[in-house]
């Protein structure tokens, strides 16, 4: 599922074709309902800025996509993740992958025009030295190593999605009346693995 502005109010569309991005933004989005299926996923948030393609203010284009956080070969995350890097995921490195490194990794993004959405339709490598400097700091939010600074840094309606999760009940039953930490949450096992530094002449990741 992609997450999409509608154009019109001080919203522009992200323009339509081939650019060079970055991964700015990945956001760990909890356990959601999916309307389609009625069943309950975990999500995750990807959101790319587009360096040299700027709006009207001068800042840059930014455009986001979803996922279910699945790396099975049949999810839609394993494959965007495999074109991305441009090599297949063996069935250990899928599982012990980081998502969380994926901030700050250039890519090249083609972007369709949908009515008046503007949307991912695919991805592709792209090296470091290629890709324009990075303009917004890398931004990481895990609910499982959860921040009050970071939650306040998304965006009202992200904190509303968040807050409806059950990983956001459990971690606020460990809270007492004033909001100190009475007890550490539980870590669970994770199921990322340290990425490896990008070569010059290699996959991005």
Request: net charge negative.
């Amino acid at each position: 599922m992609a997450i999409k502005g509608k154009v019109g109010g001080s919203f522009e569309m992200t323009p339509a074709g081939v650019h060079k991005a970055r991964c700015v933004r990945v956001v760990d989005m909890g356990t959601q309902h999916n309307v389609k299926f009625d069943a309950l996923k975990r999500k995750v948030m990807f959101m790319f800025e587009l360096p040299k393609t700027q709006m009207a203010d001068g800042k840059p284009f930014a455009i986001c996509r979803s996922f279910t956080l699945s790396m099975h070969k049949k999810s839609n995350l394993r494959p965007f993740l495999e074109s991305w890097r441009g090599s297949v995921f063996k069935d250990d490195e899928a599982g012990n992958f980081d998502i969380s490194k994926l901030a700050g990794i250039p890519c090249m993004l083609n972007i369709i025009h949908d009515g008046d959405y503007a949307k991912i339709k695919g991805i592709m490598p792209c090296k470091k030295s290629e890709c324009p400097k990075q303009i917004n700091d890398s931004f990481i939010f895990d609910l499982d190593d959860y921040s009050d600074e970071r939650f306040g840094q998304l965006s009202e309606k992200m904190q509303e999605n968040i807050k409806i999760t059950p990983e956001w009940a459990k971690l606020n039953s460990k809270k007492n009346r004033k909001g100190e930490e009475i007890e550490e949450i539980e870590e669970e096992d994770s199921f990322v693995s340290e990425l490896e530094e990008e070569e010059e002449e290699g996959a991005p990741f």
